[in-house]
């Protein structure tokens, strides 16, 4: 066992999802429930995902060992309605870089230095109760150049103390479902404890929540207008369906 | 052999792409080549696509029959810097949906029917020599609500005759790419023969065209600034390596 | 008495104000409270638009009799949060030219088409129980180029029946304040009357209530870290106080 | 004389804009002119700016004496094609106000502080020649929240030494004209004697220059489409003719 992992595991002996649940169901509001790689389809079973309003992802050095189906199970959904909030290192997770379409690179490095996250929207549900900005004495670095669609709204900008910056909070709507991604969390440190922290992942839920879900079809339409004659007899092509 | 095949091999008899290429050949400043889904990795080899400055992608049937790994490839190279011009039912595309991570539905018709594109941006480069707007006299009604992230900028919107709207030029940047959907060309009209229509696609080509061509990588970089001594000792949990 | 005048007597004898704020008082949760330009200070004293949460501005030939100084006072409440739904012809009034820092101008023509406002967010809040469309049997055109900033969100666009297309419902925030521009309103066509607009204006209403008001300043501030020794004495130039 | 104005005229004895005229006639392809505050009409006569391609706008303490009919003048040819380069505590200038329609509020601190600029877009045209960052070892902090419209596109965001960051490099489009604001520029540093920092400014110029130049105007249009006949006579109320 390294000495990541063993770190890990003091930290978070039954795992960093199970604390974020926890301090969700303290906060009230939620009904949580967890899936981790190793449960049959990830945890992630048709009637979970359709039954589920905001996904929380976390994943590491094992992202490759996402199955690809079940990214697109999730993609789908997102794009119908369900909230994706993103976290940490998820940034490099197949459906993070499946809904932004780019290839989410950006710079790193692990020496426990202080991080500040800026608060740019202290009137924004997702910053609700924050500050002017959170600091965390140890964190991973995450620098920029951060390889992302220009997020509709951007809520943190990290300061380093290593000299880097970082976009650590960003939010999108793609389909009918909104993303937030937020920086913190590297298993190593113990991030997920912080108050501060936990307060943007809620509020963040909160945001993401869909308003309903609505599939995405390609219909062939009657016209609303009475079209002019046409003079010229043109062949039809045909049904657009959708190639998934 | 349908009717619609008829009709686009008549007005189309060396393809759709001949046709295109012809056009930038003889507006000057452009060396074309054809790739078609029959060429040995549909003419989109490494060497092909490497040296590639913006492609143009049409297709509409046969998209599920375009292979994952040359999506992956032209994906690849999109996001370190080629142009990639969509056209029409292109909307539908692996690449497309690929660079979107969007659903790209739209509703659909095939009537023959009038449709005015409204040029939003009358200074815009993809305007150039274009005038307030481009009629078409016959064409395929494409209609909202298109599912496609907001574009970076909308530079046309069309009007079509049986009552529907559609955002059919839309510029995006995703990663050191420049994307451009543009919505005319149905196989079974003489579209791409029209003069404004091609006058666009040869300006898109010439916005698209990269500055440079740039990889992505996730460094672990050295701090810049000295760090603070740290009192705990962080486990490491190390490389942060792009999955794909 | 023109006949337009005439026209708008008939319908809204109290004014279009009233007839808005008696279909938000009927559908409840609202409390509403009128002011025209006659008023003293058009009825918008400091005062008023600091209690106010959302203000629905129409307006038209007048736009120039508007004070200066009541249009800051509103600019400076949006962007400390006040929500502002900005009405049909209120697109040339300067409290909107102010937020959008644009001309604003577009087509226009007075002939009572038919109009046809696509939605293309049927999940956004201000589409809440409106189908696919709103159709108006008769509208004045307004006509694309529209000279705004890319909307942050696009939420109807318009069909015309004369051959036009318009943005005709967009979202922006500027300060901490929401923005949405509405089309609809001619004053000779009874279109505050159609249930429709008036269930997207009250939806409206509700997505640009404010979060809270927040005043901005531009403080000097202590640095949070220990700056290293600089071995150049420079001047101070001084306070940045804004120039309003 | 305070410590700052006597720091300034030693760094700057001609003025900070003679300065930079310098730099972009050696750097060749631009002609340049100075305006200044104390000019008659601030030196920015119909004539100059009609015939200006890319106005570059620096300001301080004195932004409250700019007279408000030479804004009007410089904005409406803003929307009408030319572009804007606002650099440093121009941030609180009347036109950079007037075309974001925002604050631009900001925080400060002139403690000569390190600021480094993080290069977001490597490969767009104003980061030409500019590598991953720019250091500058002196200089004024600015610090977010920065009260300004989410840009088009970010270019660089900076790190402070003393912990804050600020979106230091941003791009928006309003009516024709392209506008770039770049933070550096304190007039008691050197900065404008840096080589990295006066690239940036070069290639802002050549990113802004107008396509050409467009006047807006609400035109009354005749329709495009046979109307359909209508059962009501609606009054006109006619002419929509800017206020300004």
Redesign the interface.
Known sequence: M???????LQLYPNGMHAVIAEFLQSAGGFETRLAALDDPEHGLTEDVVNSTDVLIWWG??A??EVKDEIVKRVHKRV?E?MGLIVLH?GH?S?IFK??????C??????????E?L????????IT?GIGEYIELP?AE?Y?????I??P???IF?????????F?SGCC?????GKIFYFCPG????PIYYNEQVMRVIANAVRWAR???F?E??????????K??P?D???????V?Q??E
Not at 2 to 8: D, F, G, I, M, Q
Not at 98 to 103: D, W
Request: charged letters at 30%.
């Open positions: 390294n000495s990541a992992t063993k770190r890990r590491h050095c992202h490759g794009l309605g290192s490099f197949k499946a809904v932004m379409g780019t290839n690179s950006l710079k790193w490095r692990e020496e426990g230095e202080k500040r800026w608060n740019l929207e202290p009137l924004h549900p609700e140890n670095m620098g920029e150049r951060f390889d669609p220009t509709d709204k951007l900008v990290s300061w380093f103390e290593g000299g880097e910056v976009r999108w709507e793609r389909g009918h590297h298993e190593t440190y869909p308003r309903g609505m995405h079809d390609a219909p062939n339409t009657p016209s609303l207008e079209l002019s046409k010229v007899e043109f062949g039809k092509a045909g657009q959708d190639v």
